[in-house]
């Protein structure tokens, strides 16, 4: 198991070194270098090599990577341009407040998802189950922003039944969590309909499975099969597709952040470009890949400890 | 005392090509403390028989006509599923042949044998001890650290054993045993079928063994059952029907068996023919088609005629058949 | 696992029976009326100029923040525009940037999944890096990285696009290729002497089409959805060209007071995106079930 979740974790570094490559030279080939887009059109040339210099875009490409690299690991993602401080405190004062949206999101997912996609296998092929089958395809279809907008419109603008924007008074906790609710539904919702089709799908197959026949020939109760028996191995798979959504729940968390103007990473990287404030960009964008990342081999690992068997063909 | 008392069963499937006739008018006892065989091809009607009596038939499956009495007095047929499932777990028990799948793979074996005492007012830790002791009769070592491990911490055979001591745990009066040792291999096979004659004797149930072994059946089981395309074509004691079948379908079943051959064969003997087709169940004999005694009379369905003792046969050439062997 | 579903079938001709098809497409109440949108948006963008009675740029300041009218069905923006024209010349946008960008996507998914499937092993497992890094980018913040560096254009958002959709369908295309390089027919015509790229072309690409084509359909609502979100962000569509997500962001703007502006924005990429999901949907299920344990 420990030597499962090192390898896991392990393959995570090389995943976000190759990412880190990547992205340094996608900096490297698009014309335009970083400095001469950091000052504007405006600047002189004499202010562009001063700030190259500054920012060793003079040296050598591998130099430049490889201090690129082993700052980043120093968790020194460089400087702020327009204020001088360090990159990553920036971007760490910013993601509490994604990571609550992020969290939030999950919830709702989780809350609403699990029980319908029960709902749906139990009543296989009525008419409750037609119907959270076609509300799951369409709020998957929908893109979240136009949620996000449009519940701001309904809830927020002609409602006025939860705050429009911002992310609450700071220290309040209850405030905090009322102008958490429309943002995190918005990026939720689809997630709902993700995670309802899954545990449909994986209940069907596991009321299958030859130990329900056996827990039925013991005479259980069909309420303990469904919920104690069969759900505990449907849900199982719910935690590896959240630990993929997370990604897409972070592109989502930018568009929430923007529309609801809460603070948040995907506020900061909107208004960093705007001011060309490149070094916060690709801090944010490498701090968010590295949590998409390690959340992902997190899923695996935890579902290597709760599923027996997947835990067995690693030992 | 006849613990189960089949009488004239017949189980319809409706499908989308049309009705299955799985089972007709099948006639079979399970005496106290007796262990029943039932032997027959995959697709013959066993696994129907066996959901039937458990009450577990798919919701395409309906019970058309026929009764089945246990311990003597309720009709498992008109029993509702609340009466069925007090039966099933604490007075038939059941053992299914997948050893590997037939347990819950994220719940301990521990959790699991709990659960079916989950009728009995013992305390937990009392359920726990009855547990390590059923664990400790079908020779589970160290039953006591075993009880918390996962399914897939045992082997093929010691999760047959675990299945075994989960059926037994409520002291049943009726085990249903569906091939229990067909997944596991020929040494382990032997040491299932004596633990289980064993048990069998210390807890004094009956036994319905259903296998496609003839060798196990004869081995174990004291009375056997014949089926074919969902029929009991042949019902008797072992002694007898090993010795004396009476059925065409039957002598040619034993003439089959590898182990029985008496000189080496180039090529392992086969009936001719293939299963009739249950959605189009031909009127009269159902061995007709592939049986080389077919005359007029087979044209109608022969009703079960005794043929000595309790061996009973549904052949109308019951008479003719003594002696030659097929 | 998931891959493992679309291979094992024998070759077969998909595409031959197109009518059988449209008329189990049409019995799925689902189906038809995912058609129904897609026919609808298809026809509203190919003939926008004719249906639409006012240029989709023409200022008229005169008429700034007028509701849903007669004269402008779903009323004007903040500069006087006639947002009914802007909806339309919108659609063109979307439905070609999802065409074009799927199509590359598509090209650059099955030429790098070939050479991964067919090339030599460390070609292969670096290719397997490389798309696993790509998917480790949350795709917005990609393309916010991105745009930054090259300003917001329409070529940024088609690049975004291709990838981060090349890596999925390579996958496949990939786990397919190696699965036939070892099948019967692939090994005879290779004893043959037939050469890789005849292989490729004649034995391995017409088997692994089929589905990737399936799933490239059910892609194009995402890509609608990107397209008109990096607009939204002012990252995609320059203006004055009209784009969902621009106008949706017009409308944002001023979401307090003219709300007929965000309904004229998010409509559309509602019954867009609903219209081909439910279109794929129902084309996955009719063509090939197995594709959906993807799900």
């Given at each position: ?21 990547m992205l340094?030279a996608m900096i490297y080939v698009i014309p335009g ?252 964008v ?30 | ?326 | ?95 070609a940037i999802a065409?074009g960008a799927t199509g590359l996507s598509l090209a650059g998914g099955?030429?790098l ?17 490389l798309?696993?890094?790509i998917?480790?980018f949350?795709t917005v913040m990609l393309a916010l990285a991105l745009v930054t560096l090259t300003g917001p254009s329409l070529l940024a958002v088609l690049a975004v696009v291709v990838l981060v959709n090349v890596p ?54 995402v890509v609608?959805?990107i397209e008109?979100g990096l607009s939204?962000l002012?990252l995609g569509v320059r ?57």
């Open positions: 198991m420990l030597q499962y979740a090192l390898k896991r974790l392990g393959l995570s570094v090389v995943i976000v070194s190759v990412a880190m490559a340094f270098d970083p400095a001469s887009v950091a000052l504007g059109p405006r600047a002189t040339p004499e202010m562009v090599q001063a700030l190259r210099s500054r920012m060793g875009l003079d040296q050598p490409i591998w130099v430049q990577f490889a201090r690129f690299y082993f700052s980043a690991l120093r968790g020194d993602l460089g400087i702020e341009i327009l204020s001088g401080r360090p990159v990553l405190g920036v971007v760490f004062e910013q993601l509490p407040f994604t990571l609550a949206l992020i969290a939030g999101a999950i919830s709702w997912s989780v809350l609403l998802g699990i029980p319908l996609g029960c709902v749906a296998a139990i009543r296989r092929g009525g008419f409750v189950d037609r119907v959270i089958g076609v509300l799951s395809v369409a709020v998957i279809a929908v893109p979240s922003f136009v949620i996000a907008i449009y519940s701001l419109l309904i809830f927020a603008v002609a409602l006025q039944w939860l705050p429009a924007i911002g992310a609450g008074e700071p220290g309040n906790l209850g405030s905090q969590l009322k102008h958490l609710i429309l943002p995190s539904l918005a990026i939720g919702v689809g997630w709902v309909g993700y995670i309802a089709r899954m545990v449909r799908a994986s209940m069907l197959e596991t009321l299958e499975a030859s130990h329900i026949r056996t827990a039925r020939a013991f005479g259980l109760p069909e309420s303990r099969i469904t919920y104690s028996y069969a759900l505990r191995i449907a849900i199982l798979p719910t935690i590896t597709l959240l630990g993929v959504g997370v990604g897409t729940m972070v592109s989502s968390a930018v568009f929430a952040e923007i529309v609801f103007a809460r603070p948040g990473i995907g506020k900061l990287v909107y208004e960093a470009i705007s001011v060309r404030n490149y070094p916060v960009v690709t801090g944010a490498l701090v968010t890949t590295v949590f998409f990342v390690v959340v992902n081999a997190f899923a695996d690992i935890i579902i290597a400890a709760l599923d027996p068997r997947v835990r067995s063909s690693f030992s | 005392m006849t613990i189960l008392d089949v009488k004239d069963l017949s189980v319809d499937f409706v499908t989308e090509t049309g009705t299955l006739q799985a089972l007709r008018k099948v006639n079979l006892a399970v005496p106290a403390n007796r262990i029943v065989g039932v032997v027959g091809e995959s697709g013959c009607g066993k696994s129907t028989l066996i959901n039937t009596v458990l009450g577990l038939l798919a919701e395409n499956g309906a019970v058309t006509s026929g009764e089945i009495l246990f311990e003597g007095q309720s009709d498992l047929v008109h029993l509702d599923a609340n009466g069925m499932r007090a039966l099933r777990g604490q007075k038939i028990a059941t053992v299914f042949q997948d050893p590997m799948g037939a347990l819950n793979p994220v719940l301990s074996v521990g959790r699991q044998m709990r659960d079916i005492q989950y009728r009995s007012a013992l305390s937990r830790k009392e359920k726990d001890a009855r547990s390590i002791e059923m664990l400790r009769k079908v020779r589970i070592p160290d039953p006591e650290r075993r009880l918390a491990q996962f399914p897939h911490e045992f082997s093929g055979g010691m999760k047959q054993r675990i299945a075994i001591a989960m059926a037994l745990l409520m002291q049943p009066s009726l085990l249903i045993a569906d091939e229990p040792t067909t997944a596991l291999d020929a040494t382990l096979e032997v040491a299932i079928i004596e633990l289980l004659k064993d048990l069998q004797q210390q807890i004094g149930c009956s036994v319905l063994f259903i296998s496609h072994h003839l060798g196990v059946i004869a081995e174990l089981c004291d009375d056997m059952i014949v089926m074919y395309a969902g029929e009991v074509v042949e019902h008797g004691s072992t002694r007898d029907i090993f010795h004396n079948a009476r059925h065409p379908y039957t002598k040619k079943l034993l003439a089959c068996d590898p182990a029985r051959l008496s000189r080496r064969e180039p090529q392992l003997p086969t009936i001719p023919g293939t299963l009739p087709d249950l959605r189009d169940r031909p009127k009269g004999c159902i061995f007709q088609a592939r049986c080389e005694f077919t005359d007029e009379a087979c044209a109608e369905m022969p009703p079960d005629i005794p043929v000595g003792g309790a061996h009973v046969t549904r052949c109308w050439h019951a008479g003719k058949t003594t002696g030659a062997r097929a | 696992m998931s891959d493992q579903a679309l291979v094992n079938q024998p070759p077969r001709r998909r595409f031959a029976a197109i009518g059988p098809i449209f008329r189990r497409i049409v019995r799925e109440p689902l189906g038809a009326f995912g058609l129904i949108l897609v026919v609808i948006v298809v026809f509203s963008a190919l003939f926008a100029d004719v249906i639409a009675s006012y240029p989709p740029t023409k200022l008229s300041p005169a008429e700034r923040f007028a509701p849903a009218s007669f004269q402008h069905l779903l009323g004007t923006d903040h500069l006087g525009r006639d947002l009914f024209s802007r909806v339309l010349h919108g659609g063109r946008i979307a439905l065409l099955i030429l999944g070939l050479i991964a499937g067919y090339g030599p092993r460390w070609l292969d497992n670096l290719l397997l890096l798309f696993d890094a998917k480790s949350p999925g369908y390579a996958r496949i295309i990939r786990t397919q290729t190696l699965v036939l390089k070892s099948a019967e027919h692939v090994m005879a015509a290779r004893s043959m002497g037939a050469g890789t790229a005849r292989i490729l072309a004649v034995h391995i690409l017409p088997n692994v089409i089929g589905p990737i084509l399936i799933l490239a359909s059910m892609d194009i609502p609608v959805a008109a939204f002012g203006p004055p060209l009209p784009s969902w997500g621009a106008i949706l962001n017009d409308g944002f703007v001023n979401i307090r007071d003219s709300y007929w502006i965000v309904v004229a924005g998010g409509v559309p990429i509602i019954l867009t995106t609903l219209g081909f999901t439910f279109l794929g949907e129902t084309l996955r299920d009719v063509f090939d079930p197995r594709l959906k344990r993807r799900q």
